[in-house]
């Protein structure tokens, strides 16, 4: 079935530069932080829409409008995080996706938001400045998402767990030097565990030798939920935001002044419709993740490549692999890589290998990197935990694009940072970063758009701009959708985690069970919280196939994939009766 290969996809992880506002700089982090809270809030209230336009109704705008101050080339955190940073500040902004928002590299990391203690270990080794501002910028980066958007993230607290005796002030001094550098804003204190007290807290870990642990905090999130929430506010606030709209060709104009050919736009084409059109704007952004340069050979067939793909594998496994609510850090696996053991939607991801690939639309786990990961977990739990490779219920492989700095001498060093380039055609690429920080990558990216085309914008508003739902999230929303509508407990905790302030409307959608209890909320399988209703929201969301559903606007294609097999006819159904899908249509929507 197709379905199979499209659940797998892309991977992202790398750097960014520190954001400022500017005129506050003698301010302190917190501070700056709270006043450009009120300045989004104030924004919020100004400009955001009541209702999400349709998908057809953007397209139209892109095809009416004479012309764009920005046209972003890409639907991923990074390119999303580039149209909400341009609508904020003003600029007439577009967005083009050729598949779905988040369906390549956003929807495939860790899930986590990190400053990277295996980049901090390098900067201490190594007396590297760079790796330093980078992880410098990720911590600030994380307790701004975490901010932001707190329906889709939580804090999270990861143990390291030490088999020698000399490896216990060695880590400790590590991760000490990591809260320290998130300053004031450090989740939690990191804390060293007795061997008896982390067998409590992990019982399911490897006894033998164990000597102690160490329990650091990072931030985990929803990725390919919070990319969509990234979308879905910088539509509310104007942006033409367009999935399954591929760039044929890009646009140019001859300068009048300079003689030189200009990029002025894209000519796009309606993947499910097959219709083309002209979208033009005085700044054409590519951020394109691993496709970076297929897109800069659009511009200039003779450029080169700045792409370093590298491929990162996943597995998914039941929730009683892990605590509930403790992650695991292998710092050294056998061929020195380090492998991550998380809890997450209450099943257990564990990942990720770093191999060099090709970039394709859809790579595919390999079963030797699978049994790499579970060769790793069989080393760091117990003996009587038994580690099947039928217990992997879901695997995916991302690519991981890492980029070489084009204006650098070095053209072989690859740069842990992202990068800005201007192209001589005005062209502007954003490469290489991570998630945490598509934030500051934005920033970045539109600082210089906005110079080398002369736009005129504003600062950049973004640090404390709340995402879709987080504005009047609370922890206890989901009791009032428990007592309003009727829902089962945990769908109600798993709307408020998924749609934070918007749960309601997804409630609204749902039907009667005919039941005692639950009141409201048909479950699409019964081990899941997913219910139909969120089937129908999804179309609100720009969802296009039954494929959207079930892998980006819920996540049950990356938990458990024959539970998503079988919730696919009737995600098929619903979505057919609320589109007039014909039969032949229902089977290519799969």
């Known amino acids: 079935m197709a379905f199979r290969n499209v659940v797998r996809g892309t991977l992202l992880i790398g750097g960014g530069a520190v954001a400022t506002v500017f005129g506050l700089s003698h301010l302190t982090d917190k501070r700056k932080a709270s006043i450009t809270s009120v300045e989004a809030a ?10 999400l336009p349709s998908r057809e109704a953007q397209l139209l705008t892109l095809q009416k409008t004479k012309e764009f101050d920005v046209l972003v080339i890409g639907g991923g955190a990074t390119g999303c995080g580039c149209a909400l940073d341009a609508v904020s500040r003003g600029l007439k902004t577009a967005l083009v996706e050729r598949d779905d ?72 001094v590590g991760i000490k030097a990591y809260d320290l550098v998130a300053g004031s804003q450090c989740l939690r204190s990191s804390y060293i565990l007795s061997k008896s007290k982390a067998l409590e807290l992990f019982p399911m870990l490897q006894k033998d030798k164990l000597v102690g642990a160490i329990v650091y905090y990072d931030g ?15 539509a509310r606030y104007g942006a033409a935001t367009a999935n399954y709209t591929e760039v044929v060709r890009l646009l140019r104009r001859t300068d009048p002044e300079s003689g030189k050919e200009r990029v002025c736009g894209a000519r796009c084409r309606d993947v499910l419709t097959g219709q083309e059109f002209d979208v033009r704007a005085k700044c054409v952004i590519n951020a394109t993740g691993p496709f970076t340069d297929s897109v800069r050979r659009m511009d200039n067939q003779e450029v080169k490549n700045i792409c370093q793909p590298s491929a990162g594998v996943h597995i998914v496994m039941p929730g009683y692999y892990s605590p509930d609510n403790m992650g695991l850090l292998d710092p050294a696996t056998s061929d020195g890589r380090v492998i991550f053991f998380l809890p997450w939607e209450k099943m257990t991801i564990a990942g990720t290998t770093d191999t060099p690939t090709e970039v394709t639309h859809h790579p595919i786990p390999t079963e030797d990197d699978i049994n790499f990961i579970l060769t790793e977990v069989r080393n760091y739990l117990s003996s009587d935990v038994e580690v099947r490779r039928g ?8 690519i991981r694009p890492l980029v070489t700095n084009p204006n650098s001498k070095d053209t072989q060093s690859i740069s842990r940072n992202h990068v800005v380039d201007v192209g001589e055609s005005g062209l502007v690429t954003i490469a290489g ?3 945490t920080t598509y934030r500051s990558m934005a920033e970045d990216t539109l600082d210089a758009a906005i110079k080398a085309h002369n736009l005129k914008a504003g600062p950049c508003r973004t640090v404390g701009l709340f995402l879709e739902g987080g504005k009047d999230w609370s922890p206890t929303l989901y009791i009032r959708l428990v007592q309003d509508y009727g829902l089962e407990s945990e769908v109600a905790q798993h709307l408020a985690a ?18 005692r209890w639950p009141i409201v909320g048909k479950r699409l399988v019964s081990e899941f919280p997913y219910i139909e209703a969120e089937i129908k929201y999804a179309l609100r969301e720009y969802a296009c196939t039954a494929v959207d559903v079930i892998s980006r606007r819920t996540r049950l294609g990356f938990l458990n994939v024959q539970a998503a097999e079988e919730a696919l006819p009737r995600i098929v159904d619903i979505m057919a009766k609320e589109l007039n899908w014909k039969e032949q249509k229902k089977k290519k929507k799969k």
Not at 42 to 51: G, Y
Request: charged share 20%; net charge positive.
């Open 498 to 515: 998924t749609y934070g302030d918007q749960a309601f409307e997804v409630a609204k959608l749902a039907k009667v069970t005919g039941k």
């Open 42 to 51: 104030e924004l919020i209230k100004s400009s955001t829409q009541n209702e």
């Open 101 to 172: 928002f988040s369906s390549g590299t956003s929807s495939r990391s860790t899930k986590l938001i990190h400053g990277g203690v295996r980049y901090l270990q390098k900067a201490i080794m190594n007396f590297d400045i760079e790796q330093y501002k980078l992880v410098k910028e990720a911590l600030h980066e994380r307790a701004n998402l975490l901010e932001i958007a707190p329906h889709l993230s939580a804090p999270l607290p990861i143990m390291l767990p030490v088999y020698k005796w000399w490896q216990l002030p060695y880590y400790w």
């Open 433 to 435: 970063g991570k998630w």
């Open 391 to 398: 217990d992997v219920l879901a695997a995916w492989s991302g």
């Open 220 to 234: 985990q999130h929803n990725d390919a939920r919070m990319n969509l929430a990234i979308a879905l506010t910088a």
